[in-house]
């Protein structure tokens, strides 16, 4: 029994020094939680006639919340890798005093309904490239870029009245992706991003709306 245990705890001290050694620009394979500023930017079309550009866009359905992921480092050189991530995330639709013109109606605007609780659920992939910088002994600092897909899985729909509201909206949407981290302790890494919509989230002949985010990522490498 003595020697069974002996022989798992060596096997655990030989898993975590694998763990923990998994450090600059190496190959590894790491899971992350990364906590999310998102928000849409809308603009409405319709407005032009009344207000300047400025005016007429406007940020809404501003939400936190969190989201997992799966990372992989694949080193090119010394200095740059490949830094793939597939992750789950969700964000918050539009909020309730948002507006819009109706042209039936001359001089006329009105709220777009009561949709503030609104969730879209994506799949999202990134295809970046990462750069270590020269900083130090070791290569722990890095910047890394590149562009996200994310794919709409399902919104909830039973939580606003006028699906009309969506007309136009793109299950799958490109975004450009800028940030810098670090490896810190044993294992662990830190990231701070910040992405944009390349293409519409949701265009029609009302208003045209993109998502941003500032996001904060924890990391732990596995191997």
């Known amino acids: 029994m003595k020697i069974k245990i002996a022989i798992l705890s060596i096997s655990m001290l030989v898993f975590s020094v694998n763990v923990f050694a998994q450090k600059g620009n190496r190959f590894n394979v ?4 990364k906590g999310n500023y998102h928000a849409f930017s809308t603009h ?34 010394k200095s740059f890798a490949f830094y793939p991530r597939l992750g789950y995330t969700k964000i918050r639709g539009l909020v309730e005093d948002a507006y819009s013109f109706y042209p039936d109606v001359p001089d006329t605007i009105r709220k777009l309904g009561n949709i503030a609780e609104t969730r879209f659920y994506f799949i999202t992939t990134d295809f970046l490239l990462k750069y270590y910088l020269p900083l130090g002994k070791t290569k722990k600092y890095y910047l890394y870029g590149g ?8 919104d909830d729909e039973v939580l606003y009245n006028n699906e009309s509201i969506f007309e136009g909206m793109n299950d799958f949407n490109l975004s450009y992706v800028g940030g810098l981290g670090f490896d810190f302790w044993k294992g662990f890494y830190f ?3 910040y992405s944009n919509n390349i293409t519409n989230f949701i265009k029609n002949d009302r208003y045209l709306i993109r998502y941003f985010s500032v996001s904060a990522s924890l990391g732990i490498y596995v191997f």
């Open 191 to 193: 990231n701070l991003e």
């Open 44 to 77: 409405y079309y319709k407005l032009d006639d009344y207000y300047d550009y400025n005016e007429n866009t406007e940020v809404v359905g501003v939400a936190l919340n969190a989201s997992l992921g799966l990372a992989a480092n694949v080193p090119l050189n």
């Open 30 to 33: 790491s899971f992350f939680t």
């Open 147 to 154: 562009l996200r897909t994310d794919f709409l899985l399902w």
